[in-house]
T-cell receptor
Framework: KAGVTQTPRYLIKTRGQQVTLSCSPI?????VSWYQQTPGQGLQFLFE???????NKGNFPGRFSGRQFSNSRSEMNVSTLELGDSALYLC???????????????FGPGTRLTVL | AQSVTQLDSQVPVFEEAPVELRCNYS??????LFWYVQYPNQGLQLLLK??????LVKGINGFEAEFNKSQTSFHLRKPSVHISDTAEYFC????????FGAGTTVTVRA
């Protein structure tokens, strides 16, 4: 069974631009969660989608948004990029809602975003 | 909200020596704890988890962890490390989302 895939793996943008990252979960998984990883702030939860609905959200500004499609694939969008948005963005999928700890989250390799 | 503190940011260790990575958590009620490993340029992989039951949890690659409720700790151990265990290790708690510690970088030297 294929793992979680994320595209692109690397991305370079300039301040003020917007970016869209994509995540394809493991087949059969219905939940997709997004995390931001930076050297300064560590791993931080962005949001979780389940059955095309956002179920949980972290403390990030509205410039960060996402959506989930009927096939459970998810996209994350960041508008008006800032230098501080440079990070590794990780996607994780699980069978059920991540808030239920019995649903193990499987992580993708991440998208490395650099904002210049 | 629950939080996680990893007490060591870097742990150098010689090959075949034991290693212990320390993790403390703050908790209100139920606690679900996890250890993840991240190899360079890769995502996170689950090593083990504590949900309930036995306080000694065994995971993959020879790792184990002990849940200690009175000390609010969930330390990770491996009796004999290998060069391939060089990675970053994260302790996490599930509070409707995964909240991670700052990570511990383990460097195994020959």
């Amino acid at each position: 069974k294929a793992g979680v895939t994320q595209t692109p793996r690397y991305l370079i943008k300039t301040r003020g631009q917007q970016v869209t990252l994509s995540c394809s979960p493991i087949s059969g998984h219905r939940s997709v969660s997004w995390y931001q990883q930076t050297p300064g702030q560590g791993l931080q939860f962005l949001f979780e989608y389940f059955s095309e609905t956002q179920r949980n959200k972290g403390n990030f500004p509205g410039r960060f948004s996402g959506r989930q499609f009927s096939n459970s694939r998810s996209e994350m969008n960041v508008s008006t990029l800032e230098l501080g948005d440079s990070a590794l963005y990780l996607c994780a999928s699980s069978l059920g809602l991540a808030l239920s700890s019995y649903n193990e989250q499987f992580f993708g390799p991440g998208t490395r975003l650099t904002v210049l | 909200a629950q939080s996680v503190t990893q007490l060591d940011s870097q742990v150098p260790v010689f090959e075949e020596a034991p290693v212990e990575l320390r993790c403390n958590y703050s908790s209100s009620v139920s606690v679900y704890l996890f250890w993840y490993v991240q190899y360079p340029n890769q995502g996170l992989q689950l090593l083990l988890k504590y949900l309930s039951g036995s306080t000694l949890v065994k995971g993959i690659n020879g790792f184990e962890a002990e849940f200690n409720k009175s000390q609010t700790s969930f330390h990770l151990r491996k009796p004999s490390v290998h060069i391939s265990d060089t990675a970053e290790y994260f302790c996490a708690v599930n509070d409707y989302k995964l909240s991670f510690g700052a990570g511990t970088t383990v460097t195994v030297r020959a």
